[in-house]
C-alpha cells in the first residue's frame, strides 16, 4: 500500500510539473493557462490555503481539491502540448521544484484578512 501511495505521489507530482510546462506554451488557450496559472501556483506555494494542522480539513486540500484541479488543467490543454510538456516534465523531475512565493504570499494575505475581520467582529469595530 506505502508503493501505491508513493507512486501516486509522484505521478501527481510529473502532473504539476507538465502544467507548469504546458501554462508557459504560446499553444495554450487564454482560459487554460489561466487555471493551469492557480492549480500550479497553488502547488508549488509553500503556504496552505487550508493549513495541515486543521483536523482532516488541512488535508482536504492536499488529497482532494489539488488533483481535482490538476485533472481539469490537464483535460483544457491540447494532447499535443501536453505529450511535449511531458518530456520536459520527465527530465524536470530529477531536479528541484520551483517554488513560488508570490502565491504564497497571496494565500498570507488571504488568512491575514480573514484574522483581521474576526478580530474586528470580536471587538465590535464592523
Known amino acids: 500500500m506505502f508503493n501505491k501511495i508513493k507512486t501516486w505521489a509522484r505521478n501527481l507530482k510529473k502532473q504539476i510539473f507538465i502544467l507548469y510546462y504546458a501554462c508557459k506554451d504560446k499553444r495554450v488557450p487564454w482560459y487554460a493557462k489561466l487555471f493551469t496559472a492557480c492549480v500550479v501556483a497553488y502547488a508549488y506555494s509553500p503556504i496552505d490555503l487550508i493549513p495541515d494542522f486543521i483536523p482532516i480539513l488541512g488535508y482536504l486540500d492536499d488529497v482532494i481539491l489539488l488533483p481535482l484541479g490538476i485533472w481539469f488543467a490537464l483535460k483544457m490543454i491540447p494532447k499535443n502540448v501536453l505529450s ?38 470580536i471587538f465590535g469595530l464592523l
Do not use: D, H
Open 84 to 121: 511535449e510538456c511531458e518530456a520536459k516534465a520527465e527530465e524536470r523531475m530529477k531536479g528541484t521544484k520551483p517554488k513560488n512565493w508570490i502565491a504564497g504570499s497571496i494565500i498570507v494575505l488571504i488568512w491575514g484578512v480573514i484574522v483581521l475581520w474576526v478580530v474586528m467582529k
